[in-house]
């Protein structure tokens, strides 16, 4: 059975603080992998990655992709309060569905 | 053009109520999926529309659940005889590509059964 699983379930730090996030998963015919933030309601597209060891970044956020052990990780340094939400990683089985995991609620103190 | 609008935003309703969700995609956008994210829990499939095809229904957790897009446009996500399970947030996203671009998620509906 396809999943994914994320860890830890949920985070506290302090404004400045790195914080790095990780997703796992067991799917057929991986195509690709996305991270969100989902502060309210809707979900915001972070990244997609499809290539291990190819590094995406944007501003204090980046991930990374190993295909090999199955997992990527979402590092954000220098975390502030706006920081603070639920952080989703969807996996793509080769298909148009999406499976998504329970996702880490991140919560960052001034 | 605007994102992804659904509404209403909000749905209070009592027990054995029918219900009617709407989601308006991106203009242009081909693909059109539905969500269920019940308090705590990651986004749950339930439908998805890619242009005139069928759609893949595999994810409706039961009869009660059924989906429509007109047009190929607006879709509309209907509940019979709602139950108090069916209290969740209801995400829709669409997508120019289906699987190949990535999703674009509107605000959610907030179904509460009473």
């Known amino acids: 059975e396809d999943k994914v699983v994320q860890s830890p379930l949920s985070l506290v730090v302090h404004e400045g603080d790195t914080v790095t996030l990780n997703c796992s998963y067991e799917?057929?015919?991986?195509?690709?992998l996305l991270w969100y933030k989902q502060e309210k309601k809707a979900p915001t597209f972070l990244f997609m990655l499809?290539?291990?060891?190819i590094e995406k970044k944007s501003g204090r956020l980046s991930s990374i992709l190993d295909n090999k052990e199955l997992f990527s990780i979402l590092n954000i340094t220098a975390t502030q309060t706006g920081d603070s939400a639920v952080y989703l990683c969807?996996?793509?089985?080769?298909?148009?569905?999406?499976?998504f995991g329970t996702g880490t609620r991140l919560k960052v103190l001034a | 053009g605007a994102g992804v609008s659904q509404s209403p935003s909000n749905k209070v309703t009592e027990k054995g109520k029918d219900v009617e969700l709407r989601c308006d995609p991106i203009s242009g956008h081909t693909a059109l999926y539905w969500y269920r994210q019940s308090l705590g829990q990651g986004l749950e499939f339930l439908i998805y529309?890619?242009?005139?095809?069928?759609?893949?229904k595999s994810g409706l957790p039961s009869d009660r659940f059924s989906a429509e897009r007109t047009g190929g446009s607006v879709s509309t996500l209907t509940i019979q005889r709602t139950q108090q399970e069916d209290s969740a947030v209801y995400l829709c996203?669409?997508?120019?590509?289906?699987?190949?671009?990535?999703?674009?998620f509107g605000p959610g509906t907030r179904l509460t059964v009473l």
């Open positions: 969807a996996v793509s089985p080769g298909t148009y569905k999406y499976i």
């Open positions: 529309f890619q242009g005139n095809s069928a759609p893949d």
């Open positions: 996203a669409s997508s120019s590509l289906g699987h190949t671009d990535t999703q674009y």
């Open positions: 499809t290539s291990s060891g």
């Open positions: 799917v057929t015919n991986f195509r690709s």
